[in-house]
């Protein structure tokens, strides 16, 4: 028996040691629901299953870019255009001036975006939501508010013409929606919120694009580097009834510029190496182009990690 318990104690030491050496780190993403978030947690596991690095979600209400910048998060994520506007101290950023921590790992699958309505709605198009009552304010998201005005701004209209309900963020005005207190809704094409709607209300729909190139040219001005996409039905993807033209943007993975170098080459490789296992924990993974990983964000310096890594598979940018 003391030979018994003897071997359990050096058993569970040897696995307490290897707990203990593993490096974890922190990916913050937007709250619980969100695509962001989904995405996020499908990263982490990926990392922590096929990787020495054990990576953990952080769900909060506001950017990450604060805690990477502070030092507080190892990584974040968040679209490629409001990056550059935190790193550079412009548009939401006014006045905050440059933010010279964070650094890119890569460039990882695209947003895709819409604003729906409820099935049985009468509205059919974004120049209907005029008048409407539409999600604003978004004091711990400012970034959504822009998209949304880009929706608006590809049909002609601005947050002026319509009836703004104030919201902190992104998952609250999905629950304004689910509640009544407006008439659209904003989110990631595939997300587990946009599911969740869709169950509660009886269905959804989305409000396609207008693909003109004065349309275009409209919503690019308020959303620099989007553009129109064609999303396909599928089955579980709340809104789509036939191929729809939505705005797309890329979806960029951060870090402070202190993070150790073989830390960040590590979580690059793994997840260039393991788009499957991604795909399996969330499908929107589908569309992710591991090649693609090393695509510039403006304004975003590489963390010296991850361009090694870029370098040896021969895919760093010139």
Do not use: W
Request: one cysteine or more.
């Amino acid at each position: 028996m003391k030979v018994f318990r003897t071997a359990i104690f050096c058993l569970a030491a040897v696995m307490m040691a290897g707990t203990a050496s593993a490096q974890v780190v922190s990916i913050v993403t937007t709250p619980t629901g969100s695509y962001t978030n989904s995405a996020g947690a499908a990263m982490a596991k990926v990392i922590s299953d096929k990787s020495k690095i054990h990576a953990v979600v952080q769900a909060q209400a506001q950017s990450g870019f604060y805690a990477v910048q502070a030092g507080t998060a190892e990584f974040g994520m968040s679209n490629a255009f409001d990056v550059g506007f935190y790193v550079t101290g412009t548009a939401e950023y006014k006045g905050k001036g440059p933010q010279k921590n964070v650094r890119e790992v890569a460039a990882m699958l695209p947003y895709r975006v819409a604003m729906f309505v409820r099935k049985d709605s009468p509205i059919k198009s974004l120049a209907d939501l005029k008048g409407k009552r539409l999600s604003a304010g978004f004091s711990s998201q400012k970034t959504i508010g822009r998209i949304i005005a880009a929706h608006l701004a590809n049909a002609g209209l601005s947050y002026d013409d319509v009836q703004k309900v104030l919201t902190p963020n992104v998952k609250r005005g999905a629950d304004d929606f689910i509640a009544g207190k407006t008439d659209a809704l904003f989110f990631a094409v595939g997300s587990a919120a946009v599911k969740r709607a869709a169950a509660t209300v009886g269905g959804l729909r989305v409000l396609p694009i207008n693909d003109s190139p004065a349309a275009v040219a409209r919503m690019e001005k308020v959303l620099p580097g989007s553009y129109v996409t064609v999303v396909k039905p599928r089955p579980g993807l709340a809104g789509i009834t036939k191929p729809t033209n939505v705005i797309a943007f890329d979806m960029a993975l951060f870090t402070n510029k202190n993070v150790p170098d073989d830390v960040v080459y590590t979580v690059a490789k793994t997840l260039h190496d393991n788009k499957k296992a991604l795909v399996g924990i969330f499908k929107p993974f589908v569309l992710f182009r591991p090649d693609h990983m090393s695509v510039v964000v403006k304004h975003l310096p590489f963390h010296p990690g991850a361009l090694k890594y870029y370098k040896e598979i021969g895919i760093a940018p010139k």
